[in-house]
């Protein structure tokens, strides 16, 4: 960390290394391109830098492992059936349609597309969705807001029709969020789809959700540039790309396993057994 050495930065860059280590006598003269290679060689990158969250829930590693049974297509020690799915769902808030100011000029040799950088708003959708994530298959809906409603609409959409709706179970995995948090969402959906079982993943887990792998190709092939003349045409588009995604698409090759999973909660006990505020539970 730059302050261990005694600089006033947050991130140190090729030069400041070279800049630090000439200062400090660790070498009389060095150039930045050596530096960079030999930090390159190192795999060590101190002008990066990664954002997380340390696991809060103590139940962590039982609700994570349960989930990546589920994309094994195993519960409670058992292998799936045929007629037993693995759902993943999510909202993705406030998906503005952005007009610009100016039509974008698509590429031509030598250029790039270009976009205006000012635009108007016309609206913004929420964007529930859910993966089929052993069928590659997607369902969505736009809708004005988050919500118990909404995402109920969203459930009713899935298991009324086939497989589903014939099916022995249906798994649905989860976050916390409003809408679909604790016991009240349990009951609810239940009651409603009692071929339903949502299973919930521990808090800030969000990485165990395979749909925000889908949501980030739609962020990048649909919502990037953003342009688009009002709310209709951009949810035209989503529900455009929720079908051409099914015609490419296979299931996402997951290779994180409880097995994996088992390894990194024994390597965080081991580092921040003396600073955690509780121990991470099986």
Sequence with gaps: MPATLGLPLSRLSVADVARHAQRSGLVAR????????????????????????FPRDPHFQAKAGRIL???????????????????STDEKTSIQA?????????????????????????GAWAYLAALDVHRAKVFGRCETTT???????????????????????????????????????????????????PVHAPVHASWLNQIEIYFSIVQRKVLTPNDFPCLEALAQRLASFERYFESIAHPFEWKFTRTDLNALITRMRDRWAQSQPFKLAA
């Design 30 to 53: 060095i150039s930045d391109s050596t530096v960079w290679r030999w930090l390159h060689e190192d795999a060590i990158r101190p002008w990066q830098h990664r954002c997380w969250i």
């Design 147 to 197: 919500g118990i409603a909404p995402f109920d609409r969203l459930v009713d959409q899935v298991m009324s029709q086939p497989p589903y709706n014939t099916a022995r179970r249906v798994f649905w995995v989860m976050d916390n969020g409003s809408s679909h948090r604790g016991d009240a969402c349990v009951r609810r959906l239940t009651q409603a789809h009692p071929r339903l079982v």
């Design 69 to 87: 049974d589920l994309y094994e297509r195993r519960w409670q020690g058992r292998a799936l059936r045929l007629d037993e799915f693995v759902i």
């Design 98 to 122: 952005r007009l610009r100011m100016h039509p974008s000029l698509s590429t031509e040799p030598g250029k790039s597309m270009r976009v205006e950088h000012e635009y108007t708003r016309r």
